[in-house]
C-alpha cells in the first residue's frame, strides 16, 4: 500500500516566492495534518482537516500561510511570500478520524528559503 | 506547562542490550493516546506504538514495548535487544480528545539514541 505522498521533496527558493507544497494522504484516511519541523521548535502542527474541512489552523503562523484541500486525496500548503525563517522540514500525515488512530507521516519536504 | 516532556535530550546503550526512554504527560483528559515515533537521519517519521488511555495492559510491538504508568502519567518506551539500526531520534506524542485539542498530536523534543556496537 502507498503511504502518505508528498511533493516536492526538497526546495530551494528566494525569499518573496511563492512556495506550493503537496500531499496525498493515505487512501481512506479522512483526517490530514501538516507538521512543521525545525530546530528551535521541533514538530508543530500547523493545521488539520477532517473530511476535507479545516478543524484547527491555530498553528498557521501567519498569513502568509494557507491550505487547502480540496478532495480526500489531495492538500496544499502554501507559503506566500516566503521568508528564510520559514525553511524547515513540513511534514503531511493522515490518519483515520477517530482520535486513537495512528498518524502516518509522509517523507517531508525539506524547504530552504535563501 | 509542556505538554509532554522528554527529559533526557540524549541516550547511549550497547548493541544487544536495552534502553529505556523516558516520556511524562500532563493532560487533564480521562480520554487521551500516546504514540512513539521514530525518526532516523534520513528524515522520514516512523510509528512504532500506541498505548490508550484506557488500555489495562503495556502495549507491545516487537521489541519495543511501552511501560505506562497513568498515575505517574509517564509512558516510557522500552527497547530490547537493542540494534545498530536503532540510532535514530524518538519522539513521544500525545493526542488528546478534548476540546479544540481533538485529534491534535503534541510532540516532545525528542530523545537522540545511539547504539554502540
Known amino acids: 500500500d502507498a503511504g502518505v505522498i508528498q511533493s516536492p521533496r526538497h526546495e530551494v527558493t528566494e525569499m518573496g516566492q511563492e512556495v506550493t507544497l503537496r500531499c496525498k494522504p493515505i487512501s481512506g484516511h479522512n483526517s490530514l495534518f501538516w507538521y512543521r519541523q525545525t530546530m528551535m521548535r521541533g514538530l508543530e502542527l500547523l493545521i488539520y482537516f477532517n473530511n476535507n474541512v479545516p478543524i484547527d489552523d491555530s498553528g498557521m503562523p501567519e498569513d502568509r500561510f494557507s491550505a487547502k484541500m480540496p478532495n480526500a486525496s489531495f492538500s496544499t500548503l502554501k507559503i506566500q511570500p516566503s521568508e528564510p525563517r520559514d525553511s524547515a522540514v513540513y511534514f503531511c500525515?493522515?490518519?483515520?478520524?477517530?482520535?486513537?488512530?495512528?498518524?502516518?507521516f509522509g517523507p517531508g519536504t525539506r524547504l530552504l528559503v535563501l | 506547562a509542556q505538554k509532554i516532556t522528554q527529559t533526557q535530550p540524549g541516550m547511549f546503550v550497547q548493541e544487544k542490550e536495552a534502553v529505556t526512554l523516558d516520556c511524562t504527560y500532563d493532560t487533564s483528559d480521562q480520554s487521551y493516546g500516546l504514540f512513539w515515533y521514530k525518526q532516523p537521519s534520513s528524515g522520514e517519521m516512523i510509528f512504532l506504538i500506541y498505548?490508550?488511555?484506557?488500555?489495562?495492559q503495556n502495549a507491545t510491538e516487537g521489541r519495543y514495548s511501552l511501560n505506562f504508568q497513568k498515575a505517574r502519567k509517564s509512558a516510557n518506551l522500552v527497547i530490547s535487544a537493542s540494534q545498530l539500526g536503532d540510532s535514530a531520534m524518538y519522539f513521544c506524542?500525545?493526542?488528546?480528545?478534548?476540546?479544540?485539542?481533538?485529534?491534535?498530536?503534541?510532540f516532545g523534543q525528542g530523545t537522540i539514541l545511539t547504539v554502540h556496537p
Open positions: 498505548q490508550g488511555s484506557y488500555d489495562e
Open positions: 500525515a493522515s490518519s483515520l478520524a477517530t482520535f486513537a488512530e495512528t498518524q502516518y
Open positions: 506524542a500525545m493526542r488528546e480528545v478534548g476540546g479544540t485539542s481533538y485529534g491534535k498530536l503534541t
